[in-house]
């Protein structure tokens, strides 16, 4: 027999299940792998954004708007996308500069909450399979009544009891950490957000008021 020997977990349980458990484990499979592909890419965007910023403008400040871009493209998420975009407009209106900075976070958004909604989904489902499973179970105890008539075993009660129990006790076990790494992916992308949004506010900021030079491709040679 198969135990989690600390905790003294009985693995054999899970095969008590019934078929919803097959779905349940499923469920939990697929959850484990959208959780650490969103974990993953959503910490390798998270960066300093005011470290980082302060360097685009100290470049910047030199007119050295290819370096500050170069910077951008080697720097991952969407702050850097979004700083990009701006850069390869320097010059231009302030119109032009936040339609097109605007643009960038509309694509860079989606990219974020990608995959967040499969997540939310499972979690929502994860008890509606337990409570099918439940009745199945049920159905099953009520079904060895009647094959058992007046006297119905002990062993082909359980089974039922053992299916409606184990497959509830799953699917809770599934929708509660699926709804908190759901959260907690929720509020790493708000906070990139935000990131992304005072990053923007502070580029265009800075190439409206403070920025003197010409577009990329276009810096000048230093004077020998």
């Not at 095969?15 to 969103?38: D, N, Q, T």
């Not at 871009?69 to 998420?77: L, M, R, S, V």
């Not at 499969?118 to 199945?136: K, M």
Request: hydrophobic letters at 50%.
């Amino acid at each position: 027999m198969l135990t989690l020997g600390m905790s003294g977990f009985d693995f054999s349980l899970l095969s008590k299940g019934g078929p919803m458990m097959l779905v349940i484990l499923f469920m939990a499979a697929v959850a484990i792998v959208l959780y650490i592909e969103r974990a993953l890419f959503l910490h390798r965007g998270q960066i300093k954004s005011k470290v980082f910023l302060d360097g685009i403008k100290n470049a910047l400040d030199r007119r050295r708007l290819v370096e500050a871009a170069t910077i951008c493209e080697e720097t991952p998420g969407p702050v850097a996308a979004v700083v990009k975009a701006a850069l390869m407009h320097a010059g231009q209106s302030p119109d032009k500069l936040r339609y097109v900075v605007q643009e960038a976070a509309i694509v860079e958004i989606p990219a974020l909450e990608r995959r967040l909604g499969a997540l939310a989904a499972i979690g929502q489902i994860a008890p509606l399979v337990g409570l099918l499973g439940t009745l199945l179970g049920m159905i099953t105890t009520f079904h060895a009544f009647m094959q058992g008539a007046e006297f119905a075993t002990a062993t082909a009660l359980a089974n039922g009891l053992w299916q409606a129990l184990t497959v509830t006790a799953a699917s809770l076990m599934l929708a509660i950490p699926v709804h908190l790494g759901h959260h907690f992916l929720s509020g790493r992308v708000r906070a990139l957000t935000r990131d992304m949004e005072w990053a923007a506010n502070e580029i265009m900021e800075y190439l409206i008021n403070h920025y003197e030079g010409e577009g990329v491709g276009e810096e000048k040679k230093p004077e020998n």
